[in-house]
């Protein structure tokens, strides 16, 4: 069992080894260590297999950028503060 988050190596051995899978024909393991928009990437690649497009390719590797440099979690922070905000406004008006 790992403990911790993997660090950058490990995260970019696993995304290599699941786009190989993908590009396969096999699916995305749950237990990856790849955050949901890169695993949602490499899903579209499964999906398009054995079609697999450079446009397909490089939104998964731009998404495993994301995670690697943060930029995934901020924007899925941002969302969530909005639509947590949103539901709060609509609950006051709603009073």
Known sequence: MRRGYPDRE????SF??????????SGVPSAS???DE????LRAIGRAHPN??????EAARSAF???LDGSNTARWRAE???ALAERE???KRSE
């Open 10 to 13: 490990q995260l970019q051995r």
């Open 16 to 25: 290599e080894r699941v786009l190989s899978m993908v590009l396969s024909g």
């Open 33 to 35: 260590g790849l955050d």
């Open 38 to 41: 890169t695993k949602n990437a």
């Open 52 to 57: 697999a497009t450079d446009e397909l390719m």
């Open 65 to 67: 950028a994301g995670q």
């Open 80 to 82: 969530r503060h909005r």
């Open 89 to 91: 406004e609509r609950s």
